[in-house]
């Protein structure tokens, strides 16, 4: 299987054409948006990832089959990771990729987070195990960064920074999957620390060979508590203890107890961690007791939005090693041939990698946008950090779950490419389809996302934010009908908001929760196709005007709306479709109806 190839300049276009890098001047120095620098860190990142990550993808991957059965091992309560990984993660840390958009007190370089996304996607594309361990480490500098006192900050965050210590995320437990109220791992105050002692299951890169140290930050509850979520509070519990100088001292009472037999990204150890089996191990509070989950969701909508990314990124490597087949393997005489040509000339092959590439880049466009918002957040201008931050909380399940849900289903297209080859382990395409179903279930399942949506985002404030989104929609379609006249895309997106709104007015007006909530991932994804048709046609107006002026690059404008056209014209009559499945399907109101067809009592 071929290496993966960065799409370079299909990033730079969204980046500095369509988004606008450089208008951040409210949110970042001059020197740090500059083009020139962005380019230069994309070009070198499209470097290491060609040339260092994407090698050892399918080295972590197929060791699992030659090897040991999970591409890492466990040897006397040590983590092994896959060959090539231990490596690879140094030169990760010695080129800096680790504090890309970290704080610069802490010495991080402070870049933003648009910039991120785009080296994200190029991470994840070719080595999704990898990516996983940094991707981690960085949500918890900034729940550390954002809650911490002084004193841990100064300690903990340089190293991490730095990448010479990694960080982990420990919410789940046997019991509390989803609803962490059921959280049973406890705290109890010690002096200047705790002692904690539970169970934790599912911690990606929970023990690993990459670094000396590993921070956990632990979700336990403490003895006087209050029940339920608004008990818990957050611990940061370090692999190995520090002594008064920041030297590495004792070990703590932390202990892998095993691997999980995962069904993709194997060479990404998944760990079940014991806390305290000696009698407690050590950490310290972050922040207030009791807001634990408060804070924890700093680090969890950092990962939703990195998850969302992975998605695609998965995806545009599944598409690669599509294409490429696609053009070596024949079979059949295509229509209007004589003779037999490679796969990619009949219809139905070209069509599909077609579909496939343009929904990638729609999402590209949906996560650099969101990322573009949270940069924003940070602006000196009161009105625009206010509207950055209600576009990008609106956004974030959106990008997670709509990502991540394309991301599954163009893998599962691009192996059906393959033939009856995909469906052999030897030819590399099945890994990306196992990696990538895990998206779509770590940092909260695409059910969740869509009940963040429905009832956080559209119906806690009977819809504001909504239509505020419809109003800018409406804007950018007036302004199209004067610049593309005309044009069946402009059309085809007026429609899709009409059904959009008309959706939204029907599930505001019902009185019936179980209908609305039954109905969620639908409405999410409708959401998904209508902002991504929206962000299409900014992208198709970009091209209109620059044909004109950039002659040299005419056919790359040219194409890129033929492209961005045929996304729309293809895809946004999924609103319509969606919208009436939604308003259309009430025979079953109530789940006890759902569960009387289930034979299931009740």
Not at 27 to 34: G, S
Not at 69 to 93: M, N, S, W
Not at 251 to 275: M, R
Not at 552 to 563: C, D, I, P, Q, R
Request: aromatic fraction near 8%; proline fraction near 3%; hydrophobic fraction near 40%.
């Amino acid at each position: 299987m071929q290496n993966y190839q960065p799409p370079l300049r299909d990033i730079q276009f969204l980046l500095h054409e369509v988004l606008g890098y450089h208008t951040l001047l409210n949110a970042y120095e001059e020197d740090l948006i500059n083009p020139e620098l962005c380019n230069s860190i994309l070009e070198e990142c499209a470097k290491f990832t060609k040339n260092v990550l994407s090698p050892l993808n399918q080295v972590g991957d197929r060791h699992n089959q030659v090897g040991d059965r999970h591409g890492c091992k466990l040897e006397d309560g040590q983590v092994i990771t896959a060959p090539g990984f231990k490596e690879a993660y140094q030169q990760f840390i010695d080129a800096g990729w680790n504090g890309l958009i970290s704080s610069t007190v802490y010495g991080g370089q402070g870049l933003p987070i648009m910039l991120s996304a785009a080296t994200e996607e190029m991470w994840h594309a070719a080595n999704m195990s990898f990516t996983l361990c940094p991707l981690l480490t960085r949500g918890a500098i900034e729940a550390i960064d954002y809650a911490a006192h002084e004193e841990l900050k100064k300690k903990f965050l340089p190293p991490m920074i730095a990448g010479t210590w990694t960080g982990t995320m420990n919410l789940t437990e046997p019991q509390a999957g989803s609803d962490l109220s059921a959280i049973a791992t406890k705290a109890v105050e010690e002096g200047d620390h705790y002692k904690i002692i539970g169970q934790k299951i599912y911690i990606t890169y929970g023990d690993h060979d990459f670094t000396e140290n590993i921070i956990h930050l632990v979700l336990a509850r403490l003895p006087d508590a209050p029940p339920g979520i608004r008990g818990i509070s957050l611990f940061l519990v370090p692999k190995y203890l520090l002594n008064h100088d920041g030297s590495l001292g004792d070990k703590n009472d932390i202990h892998t107890v095993s691997l999980e037999h995962k069904l993709g990204i194997h060479a990404s150890p998944t760990c079940v961690l014991s806390f305290g089996d000696k009698g407690g191990a050590i950490g310290y509070l972050v922040g207030e007791k009791n807001r634990g989950i408060e804070i924890m969701f700093v680090m969890m909508n950092a990962a939703r939005f990195s998850v969302g990314v992975q998605g695609f990124a998965v995806a545009e490597m599944a598409y690669q090693a599509a294409l490429s087949y696609a053009k070596e393997r024949k079979q059949g005489i295509p229509l209007g041939a004589t003779s037999s040509l490679p796969i990619l000339h009949h219809p139905d092959v070209a069509q599909t990698l077609l579909n496939i590439k343009l929904i990638i880049n729609a999402c590209r466009h949906l996560s650099y946008y969101g990322a573009k918002m949270l940069d924003m957040r940070r602006s000196k201008d009161t009105v625009e950090q206010g509207y950055a931050s209600q576009r990008s909380d609106f956004l974030t399940p959106i990008v997670k779950a709509f990502c991540t849900e394309m991301g599954n289903e163009l893998c599962y297209q691009s192996i059906q490419i393959f033939g009856g080859m995909g469906f052999i382990e030897e030819t590399g395409i099945a890994q990306y389809y196992r990696d990538a179903r895990i998206t779509t279930i770590y940092e909260g399942t695409t059910g969740i996302q869509a009940n963040d949506l429905l009832g956080r985002k559209i119906l806690r404030d009977k819809g504001q934010a909504t239509f505020e989104l419809f109003q800018e929609i409406d804007e950018v379609l007036i302004q199209a009908e004067q610049i593309l006249v005309n044009n069946k895309s402009v059309y085809t997106l007026k429609k899709a908001l009409f059904d959009t709104r008309e959706m939204c007015q029907y599930i505001l007006e019902n009185d019936n929760q179980y209908y609305k909530f039954s109905h969620a991932k639908d409405i999410l994804m409708t959401f998904g196709w209508l902002v991504s048709g929206w962000l299409s046609l900014n992208e198709i107006m970009v091209c209109h005007n620059k044909i004109n002026i950039e002659k040299k690059e005419e056919v790359f404008y040219l194409n890129k709306m033929k492209g961005l056209e045929s996304f729309i014209l293809q895809n946004l009559p999924r609103c319509g479709a969606l919208k009436k499945a939604i308003i259309g399907n009430q025979t079953l109101n109530h789940v006890e109806q759902i569960l009387d067809l289930l034979s299931i009592s009740h």
